[in-house]
């Protein structure tokens, strides 16, 4: 009798569960459709015939499937005078940001290192410098930075435009890392002086290989960052140091003759590209819990 | 001269002063226990020891050589933490001989090493391991393997089994102590935990707001405390600590009580010549609860027993003994009788106090007079 009415009770429990669950699922359905509704318009009309998309139904699936927009966007369009296509454009951006990202990245680690593991006089000083850095607007800076790779023989090119990331970001980077660093137990530096191991050992044997999830934290920030930026990329850059981003907007505005919306479409997609697989790629890394065990928990 | 030696040893963080002048020496293969409440300045101090943080004067000295400004690294030590500190991204194997590997000291000599460590730990089973997949017992040993592979001159050890639970607490203590004696090293060792104290060292140094209250064997501590602070913290449960009052008794002297609804207590001191000068003064008259107790719990070879009926107000009993709690001096005052003793509160019993046992202190200066 008592298993019974145990039995009963959890049922209507787990009806009212599932009643709640299916809201729950269709609201957040929904939610996502709408949020991915610009992507699968832009997907659909990337893959269809020009003639189809000035017929007007930029809903409907293509009825004549074609890669050829995504051909054209990667290889042969106009971009600017050059019909290139944004390919060598996209090289561009990939020498750009690896290196910013991974110098932005390692200097910042190291400062976070510095800010909270080697304490000095006006420590706190310099990371407020630093953290003041993380809200100065883009525009501010462009025309000393100018000056700066003017000086340095940098301007555009390449390398300046990895230094004007590099400059822009550690401000962002340095305060990830202080604050996971913060938190990291001081006992295990002290543990390793003690060992024999110096500033740079403890750094790279202690420090960074339980640092992953802030890397990646800050991989991804910075590589969507740089990215996608324009503005300094429109600045700083020539012709063949121009970024994707810069490359994109040539493609769209300069087009000769007729709108190629279909290679609009295709070339924005493939523009973004590369932040969506650092995501998808990236986020399997985010494994939490990997200080565990090192003190008591 | 002494193995470890620190002379008059200051350490100020800015305007704080944290140790102020503290002299100790320990032999070789002693076991040096420093105690004292937190905030204390003990871990500050076993830290310079370790080179970790900087002193402001004095000096330092491991087997005769100056060491006031060498690195951690090169002062012969090795520590444990009380976090463990155990490396998150290595194996068992790898944090025990990541010393050895900073020194350079070929990988089959390392590898040798450890093993032999982990041997005498009982921890072989566990070399391929990460910290994280140990329990708490097990990361302390590996951090006592840490320390243990490098052979140093003095071994420290930070609060090592604050984090353990209660019983493995009490294994990993004999553990420690068995190692002590196997090894003979020399052991700095930090605690707050007065039994411990007790329990493993061959000195005691009593810290607190950063002065030396008292630095002794643990029967001198425990026995002959120098001040109210010693004897107050040593001991558990804490030493009876009565205002009284001295006053001439015939030949001798006594000791006088007040006591709530009855005559002041008066108990005869047989041994204590140095008494006679404070006669007529007020006095904190100290006494352990083992030295208070049943008439035939009593000391019978203490020459200095005096009993004496006192009103009991609370009876606690903890399996070994009973401790009863009465009131003298507007004091609560613990004694401890036998456990078969059937006492009943709000009763009035005879207590058996061997005054042999007695301390006093000057209640202004809290110093020891007698």
């Not at chain 1, 996971?180 to 191991?197: C, H, K, M, S």
């Not at chain 1, 740089?226 to 087009?255: C, H, R």
């Not at chain 2, 420690?176 to 039994?195: E, G, N, P």
Request: glycine share 8%.
């Amino acid at each position: 009798m008592a298993a019974a009415t145990h039995g009963a009770v959890q049922e209507t429990a787990v009806r009212t569960n599932v009643l709640a669950r299916a809201l729950i699922y269709a609201g957040l359905i929904l939610f996502a459709g709408y949020y991915l509704l610009p992507l699968y318009v832009m997907l659909v009309n990337s893959v269809k015939p020009l003639d189809e998309i000035r017929q007007g139904d930029m809903m409907s699936l293509p009825m004549l499937f074609t890669l050829e927009p995504w051909r054209s966007a990667w290889a042969t369009a106009q971009i600017g005078v050059q019909p290139t296509g944004l390919r060598p454009y996209f090289i561009n951006s990939i020498l750009m940001v690896v290196p910013a990202v991974a110098i932005s990245t390692l200097l910042g680690a190291l400062n976070g290192y510095v800010l909270t593991k080697w304490r000095f006089r006006g420590d706190g000083i310099v990371f407020g410098l630093l953290l003041f850095a993380c809200f100065i607007p883009f525009q501010i800076v462009l025309i000393p930075m100018a000056r700066l790779l003017g000086l340095a023989g940098l301007a555009g090119s390449t390398p300046g435009l990895v230094l004007v990331h590099v400059v822009y970001g550690l401000g962002f980077t340095t305060l990830f890392f202080r604050n996971y660093y913060d938190a990291f137990p001081t006992e295990l530096i002290r543990a390793a002086q003690i060992d024999g191991a110096g500033f740079f050992r403890i750094f790279w044997r202690i420090l960074l290989p339980s640092s992953g999830p802030i890397i990646v934290v800050t991989v991804i920030w910075q590589f969507t960052n740089i990215w996608n930026d324009f503005l300094f990329g429109v600045s700083f850059s020539d012709v063949d140091s121009q970024p994707v981003t810069v490359a994109l907007n040539n493609l769209v505005s300069s087009s000769t003759g007729v709108k190629e919306y279909n290679v609009h479409f295709a070339g924005a997609i493939l523009a973004a590209l590369p932040t969506l697989i650092v995501y998808v790629v990236s986020g399997r890394y985010f494994v939490r819990g990997l200080m565990a065990g090192a003190v008591k928990g | 001269m002494a193995f470890l030696e620190i002379s008059d040893l200051y350490k100020r963080f800015g305007s704080v002063e944290v140790l102020k002048g503290i002299n100790l020496a320990v032999e070789e293969g002693g076991f040096l226990v420093l105690v004292g409440p937190s905030g204390c300045g003990k871990s500050t101090l076993l830290n310079t020891i370790a080179g970790l943080e900087s002193i402001t004067s004095g000096e330092i000295r491991i087997n005769g050589r100056v060491v006031n400004n060498l690195h951690p690294s090169q002062r012969d030590i090795a520590m444990v933490f009380q976090s463990y500190a155990l490396y998150p991204n290595m194996t068992v194997a790898q944090n025990i001989a990541f010393g050895m590997e900073m020194r350079g000291v070929p990988k089959a000599e390392r590898e040798k090493a450890v093993a032999e460590v982990a041997k005498t730990l009982q921890i072989s089973h566990l070399l391929g391991r990460k910290p994280s997949q140990l329990s708490g017992g097990q990361r302390q040993r590996v951090a006592m393997g840490r320390a243990l592979v490098r052979n140093p001159q003095v071994f420290l050890f930070d609060e090592p089994l604050s984090n353990l639970d209660a019983k493995l607490r009490v294994d990993m203590r004999t553990e420690i102590k068995r190692l002590h004696q196997s090894m003979k090293t020399t052991i700095v060792y930090v605690t707050h935990d007065q039994i411990e104290a007790m329990t493993l060292a061959t000195q005691i140094a009593v810290l607190k707001d950063g002065v030396l209250q008292q630095f002794g064997t643990p029967h001198e501590i425990y026995n002959n405390p120098a001040n109210i602070f010693v004897a107050d913290f040593m001991g558990s449960p804490a030493m009876n600590l009565i205002p009284a009052r001295i006053e001439a008794n015939g030949g001798g002297v006594a000791v006088v009580m007040t006591r709530d609804g009855a005559e002041p207590l008066q108990l005869k001191v047989g041994s204590h010549s140095r008494l006679g000068a404070h006669a007529g003064r007020e006095v904190i008259f100290g006494l352990r609860p083992e030295a208070i107790t049943d008439l035939s719990g009593a000391d019978r070879t203490s020459p200095g027993v005096v009993n004496a009926e006192c009103h009991v107000e609370v009876v606690e009993p903890a399996g070994a003994d009973t401790y009863v709690v009465t009131r003298l001096g507007g004091r609560e005052v613990i004694g401890r009788m036998r456990s078969d003793m059937q006492v009943a509160p709000h009763s009035t019993v005879p207590f058996a106090f061997n005054m042999d046992k007695a301390v006093f202190f000057d209640p202004e200066s809290e110093f020891r007079i007698a």
